[in-house]
């Protein structure tokens, strides 16, 4: 990651990447999940790239098309990709909310549910559903909603985030298990585990296989 994102810009943006690599078990588990995978990738919810530049540096080097409604942070990211000369990465300014981009392959939605509605996540996570190939994986990283104290952790976490301007929306609803389930077992096996590494946060992958 480094040689990416020794580039930055933005002292924060510097940090804030070091520390997400350093604490945060996420992209190593995406890798896990899709680093094989021949299938290209729609990244939902892709802030400053990390995902994609991640998944290059280990190997993976299917297309991957990544979107994100915060302007500023793709304009970083396809800064970033030109001054480094990547080849098969793009990123694009989208709301989720308008639908997505025509796709088949892999697709990834990571923290970004708690945004959204609970009318709008059912829409976002059938329309996500429907765009992975069979073969293919959507993977999701999310916040549940139940009564832990790592839910409440998690909730002061992204409050905190809108407050401090780093992220542009505050949380609308988290959803729980049943929730996910529900909606995602109509289309193929659902798999939930916790995903907090060193984080204090109530954070599950989420992986619907098809």
């Given at each position: 990651m480094n040689a990416v994102y020794s580039h930055i810009r933005r002292t924060w943006d510097g940090y804030y990447v070091a520390a997400k690599l350093r604490s945060d078990p996420l992209y190593e588990a995406v890798l896990a999940e899709i680093g094989d995978s021949p299938l290209p990738l729609l990244d939902l919810g892709c802030g400053l790239g990390l995902l994609a530049f991640y998944l290059r540096e280990k190997g993976v080097a299917v297309p991957i098309h990544s979107l994100d409604?915060?302007?500023r942070?793709?304009?970083e990211a396809n800064r970033l990709v030109a001054e480094r000369g990547?080849?098969?990465l793009s990123f694009a300014f989208h709301d989720a909310r308008e639908g997505l981009p025509d796709h088949h392959g892999n697709v990834t939605?990571?923290?970004i549910l708690q945004f959204f509605t609970p009318e709008e996540i059912e829409t976002l996570l059938k329309l996500a559903a429907e765009r992975v190939a069979p073969g293919g994986k959507l993977v999701i990283r999310s916040c549940l909603r139940d009564t832990s104290g790592r839910y409440r952790?998690?909730?002061a976490g992204d409050i905190l985030a809108k407050c401090t301007f780093?992220?542009?929306a505050a949380p609308t609803h988290y959803?729980?298990?049943g929730d996910l389930e529900r909606v995602l077992s109509n289309y193929g096996e659902v798999r939930i585990s916790p995903l907090w590494g060193a984080t204090p946060f109530n954070n599950h992958l989420?992986?619907?296989e098809c």
């Open positions: 409604y915060d302007r942070k793709i304009d990547l080849t098969g939605i990571l923290d952790a998690t909730v780093w992220m542009k959803p729980s298990r989420i992986v619907l």
